[in-house]
C-alpha cells in the first residue's frame, strides 16, 4: 500500500516526465491500433471485391473466338451444371417449330418460328413477359412442355395465354464435320404459360419466337433417341477466388485450355474466363496484405523499442533518487516495484486512451487492443527492470560516491 | 558497538584494482562521537559507507551489535538501525522537508498520520519549524538542509548516524549548529555518530577522534585540536 501510494504521489511529483510519458505511451499504442487496423481494413476489402468484382466464364470452341452457335456435348453440360462454384447458369441452344408438317432440311426457308431452349429468360432480351397466374420465370427450368412466345405468334396461331398449342419441333443435330442439320419431329403439345411484347429495335425483331425450358427439349430427345447439343452456356463464379479450383475442375471433366492455333470449329469442349480485372486487383490486395504481415511483426518490434528506450531514459533520468531510496533502506524488490508501478500506472493511462480512441474510430476489437495493450505494458515492466539492473550493477557505495 | 577488525576493501575499476582500505581495526559505542580525519582519497568516506552497509569489507569483518555485518540484512540495518547524512544533504527534491523525514516513518510500517506526527516532533527537535516543514529542499538554506537531514536520519529508530562532511557545504554558523546538534545527539540520547571531516573545528567536538591515511587508520588520539 506505501509503494503504490508513493508510486501515484511520484506520477504527481514528477508532473512533466509523467505527461510527457503518458503522450508517448498514447501515442506509440495508437500507433500500433493504426497500424492494425490498417491491415483489417485491407483484409475486410480484399473480401469485398471477391463479391464486387464478379468473375463470368462462357463455353466456347477451342480458338476461344466463339461462344456462341456452338455444339456443346451433354457431358460438357452436365460438368458446368454440376459443378458448385459456379452460379448464374444460363444455357441456350435454337430450336425450329412448325405449327404444320415439312421437311426438316427447308426449315429455316419456310413458315417456321425459331425458339430458344433456354434456362432463363436472360437469354433474351424481353423483360416484360406477362406470365400465366402461378408461372414463373422459375418454370423455363422444369422439363415440361411449356412455353412463352411472341404477341404476333399468339395473333398468328389465334390463341390465348394458358392454351395448348401443337407444334412440330425440328431436332438439329452436328455431325463430324461440324455441319449442322435438321431432322423431321413430331408434333408435341406445349401449353402457353407467357407472352411477350417484342420492342421495335433490330436486336428484338430478330429475336425468338419462343422460348422453351432446355430441359423440356433434351428429355425430348432423349425419349427419341436423339443427341441434343447445346449452343451456349456461361455463367459466373460464386467465389471469385476459387478461380483456379473451378479451372482444374473443368479441367478434369474434360474441358481443355484454349488454343488460339488451333482449327476453328464449332465444338463447345474449351472455357473463357472474364477474370483478368478481378484477377489484377486480388494480386495487389494480396500483395498489400502480404508486405503488411511481414511489416507489422517489424513495425512492432520496433515501436517497442522506442518504448523500451524512453522507459530506460526516464529511468536514468532518476537515478539519484533510486540511491536514495537503496540508502534509506528500501529494497532492491521494491524500488523496482516502485517505478515499475509509476510507469504502468501512466502508461495504462495512456493505452486506455488509445484504445477507446481507436474503437471510436471503428478499429480494432477489445481482445486485439487489450493484448496490443499488455504487449506495451510488458515491455513497459522489462525496460524498467533493465534499467533498473543497469543502474544497480555497480557497488551502491561506488554509486552513491560517484554521485556525491 | 562496531567492532571493525582487521577489515580491508579493495574494488576493481575497468583498467586497474584499487585498493581503498587495508588492515582497519577499531571500536565504536553508543554514547560517543567520533571523529574520522585525514587527506581527501584517504579512504575516510569508503570506511564510513562500509559501517553504514553500503557494501561489505573484501578481507575482515565488521560486527554491529554482536552480528556480522555480512550475516545482516543490510537493508533492513539501513532503514532501522544506521543512518547517513552527506555533504550534499542529499534530500528528496520533490518533497516537502516534512514528507522527507516522514519517509523511513512510512519505509518502516508507520501509518501516514502517525508518521506525519513523529516527522513533525523530529523535525521542531532540530529546529525546524510548521512553517518551514512545508518547504521544499530548494527553499531551504544549507543549514535548515542540514538539520532535515539529520531529523531523517533520527526518523529510523536507529541510534547510529554516519556524517560524511556534514559541514562541507555550510558556512560557519550553520557549521556549529549542526555540531552542536550532533553533540547534543550523543549526550542525551545516546546515539553514537561517527564523522568524517577534514574540518578542525567538527573534529573538535569528538570524544574520539581517528586519523586514516592511505586506507590505514591510524591510532586513536586524543583530541589534538584541543
Known amino acids: ?404 | 558497538m562496531i567492532q571493525v577488525n582487521d577489515v580491508g576493501y579493495t574494488y576493481q575499476t575497468k583498467y586497474q584494482k584499487v585498493e581503498v582500505l587495508k588492515n582497519v581495526t577499531c571500536t565504536f559505542e553508543y554514547g560517543k562521537y567520533y571523529a574520522i580525519v585525514g587527506e581527501s582519497g584517504s579512504g575516510k568516506s569508503t570506511f564510513l559507507s562500509l559501517l553504514a552497509g553500503l557494501d561489505t569489507p573484501t578481507i575482515g569483518e565488521i560486527v554491529i551489535d554482536g552480528v556480522e555485518i555480512k550475516n545482516l540484512n543490510r537493508d533492513e540495518y539501513r532503514s532501522q538501525k544506521a543512518a547517513m547524512v552527506y555533504q550534499s544533504f542529499y534530500l528528496f527534491p520533490l518533497l516537502t522537508a516534512l514528507e522527507n523525514v516522514r519517509f523511513p516513518l512510512e519505509l518502516n510500517g508507520l501509518s501516514k498520520k502517525k508518521a506525519t506526527e513523529k516527522a513533525r516532533l523530529l523535525l521542531n527537535q532540530v529546529g525546524i519549524n510548521e512553517e518551514l516543514e512545508k518547504h521544499y529542499p530548494r527553499m531551504l538554506s544549507g543549514g535548515e538542509q542540514q538539520r532535515v537531514a539529520i531529523a531523517r536520519a533520527m526518523a529510523t529508530g536507529g541510534k547510529i548516524i554516519l556524517a560524511d562532511e556534514p559541514t562541507g557545504n555550510l558556512d560557519s554558523k550553520n557549521e556549529k549548529i549542526i555540531v552542536h546538534l550532533l553533540a547534543e545527539l550523543v549526550k542525551k540520547e545516546n546515539y553514537m555518530v561517527i564523522v568524517v571531516t577534514h574540518n578542525p573545528f567538527v573534529a573538535e567536538a569528538a570524544d574520539r577522534i581517528y586519523h586514516m591515511q592511505d586506507g590505514m587508520l591510524g591510532e586513536e588520539k586524543a583530541n589534538v585540536y584541543l
Open chain 1, 1 to 404: 500500500m506505501f509503494i503504490f501510494r508513493t508510486a501515484v504521489e511520484n506520477i504527481r511529483r514528477h508532473k512533466r516526465k509523467s505527461i510527457l510519458f503518458f503522450m508517448a505511451c498514447l501515442l506509440l499504442s495508437l500507433i500500433m491500433q493504426v497500424i492494425l487496423i490498417n491491415l483489417q481494413v485491407t483484409e475486410r476489402e480484399y473480401l469485398e471485391i471477391r463479391r464486387s468484382i464478379p468473375v463470368t466464364g462462357r463455353v466456347t470452341n477451342l480458338t476461344g473466338t466463339s461462344s456462341s452457335r456452338l455444339v456443346i456435348p451433354e457431358k460438357n453440360i452436365a460438368a458446368i451444371e454440376n459443378c458448385d462454384f459456379l452460379k448464374d447458369k444460363l444455357y441456350q441452344a435454337p430450336v425450329w417449330f412448325t405449327n404444320h408438317e415439312i421437311d426438316s432440311k427447308d426449315v429455316r426457308m419456310n413458315n417456321s418460328y425459331y425458339g430458344l431452349a433456354t434456362n432463363s429468360a436472360e437469354a433474351t432480351s424481353y423483360k416484360e413477359i406477362t406470365w400465366l397466374e402461378g408461372e414463373s420465370e422459375k418454370s423455363l427450368s422444369d422439363e415440361e412442355l411449356k412455353i412463352i412466345v411472341s404477341k404476333p405468334l399468339l395473333e398468328a396461331e389465334n390463341t390465348s395465354l394458358g392454351k395448348d398449342l401443337d407444334l412440330y419441333i425440328h431436332y438439329q443435330h452436328c455431325d463430324a464435320y461440324d455441319v449442322i442439320s435438321y431432322d423431321f419431329s413430331k408434333q408435341h403439345t406445349f401449353r402457353i404459360i407467357g407472352f411477350y411484347t417484342a420492342n421495335d429495335n433490330e436486336q428484338d425483331r430478330q429475336g425468338a419466337d419462343i422460348l422453351v425450358p432446355y430441359k423440356a427439349i433434351t428429355a425430348l430427345h432423349k425419349e427419341e433417341g436423339r443427341r441434343y447439343l447445346m449452343d451456349g452456356a456461361s455463367f459466373s463464379l460464386v467465389d471469385p477466388a476459387e478461380i483456379n479450383a473451378v479451372k482444374e475442375e473443368m479441367k478434369k471433366t474434360g474441358y481443355l485450355s484454349i488454343a488460339p492455333g488451333a482449327v476453328p470449329s464449332r465444338k463447345g469442349n474449351a472455357l473463357l474466363f472474364e477474370d483478368s480485372t478481378f484477377i489484377k486487383t486480388a494480386t495487389n490486395f494480396e500483395d498489400n496484405i502480404r508486405l503488411n504481415k511481414i511489416f507489422l511483426p517489424v513495425l512492432l518490434g520496433a515501436l517497442l523499442v522506442v518504448i523500451y528506450l524512453l522507459v530506460n531514459m526516464l529511468m536514468q533520468s532518476r537515478r539519484e533518487e533510486y540511491l536514495l531510496y537503496r540508502v534509506m533502506g528500501m529494497r532492491r524488490r521494491s524500488v523496482g516495484v516502485l517505478f515499475c508501478l509509476e510507469h504502468i500506472l501512466i502508461a495504462l493511462g495512456g493505452v486506455i486512451v488509445s484504445l477507446i480512441l481507436s474503437m471510436i474510430m471503428g478499429g480494432t476489437s477489445w481482445m486485439q487492443g487489450a493484448i496490443l495493450s499488455l504487449l506495451v505494458l510488458l515491455c513497459i515492466c522489462v525496460g524498467t527492470m533493465i534499467a533498473l539492473v543497469s543502474i544497480g550493477r555497480n557497488s551502491l557505495m561506488l554509486a552513491v560516491q560517484k554521485n556525491d
